[in-house]
């Protein structure tokens, strides 16, 4: 069982923890949820030397959708505002502004996808690292690698 914990701290130290209130607020949920997913094991959390719980960045990417709304229905509902289909939903790794352009990396599960925006659209929806977007994918043509 020593393993575990040194398993938890090395995991700790590549991605960023919340604390439960933050990670109530990202998503959108209450505070007493966010513990009682932590004691229903719903939610992977680590506890510090002071047996307060923290939840790392990947559990509540992992959530993040799913608590938009209840249903299925309704989740389909807010995902179709628009009449694209390939829509994902991640956080904005970094926002870079260099003239009349803007790049937007956003981290979804494990991969990522850059966006070259206009520079006026990134300061109209007040772009920021850490918050929550979602990539629309319009194309004609997709591509397959094989790795």
């Known amino acids: 069982m020593a393993r575990k914990p040194e398993l938890q701290r090395r995991e700790a130290e590549h991605e960023g923890l919340l604390k439960p209130r933050e990670t109530a607020l990202e998503l959108r949920i209450s505070c007493p949820t ?3 997913w932590i004691y229903k094991r719903k939610i992977r959390s680590i506890q510090t030397a002071g047996r307060h719980h923290r939840i790392p960045q990947s559990e ?3 959530l993040l959708f799913r608590t938009r709304a209840k249903t299925s229905p309704e989740r389909t509902l807010i995902m179709r505002r628009l009449s694209g289909r390939n829509q994902l939903v ?3 790794d970094s926002v870079c502004i260099s003239g009349l352009l803007a790049e937007v990396v956003i981290s979804i599960g494990e991969q990522q996808i850059t966006s070259i925006i206009t520079e006026q659209s ?3 929806m007040s772009l920021k690292a850490g918050q929550t977007a979602a990539a629309l994918i319009k194309s004609t043509e997709v591509m397959i690698l094989r790795v």
């Open 90 to 92: 991640g956080r904005i």
């Open 122 to 124: 990134a300061r109209e």
């Open 60 to 62: 509540v990417d992992r």
């Open 34 to 36: 966010i513990k009682q």
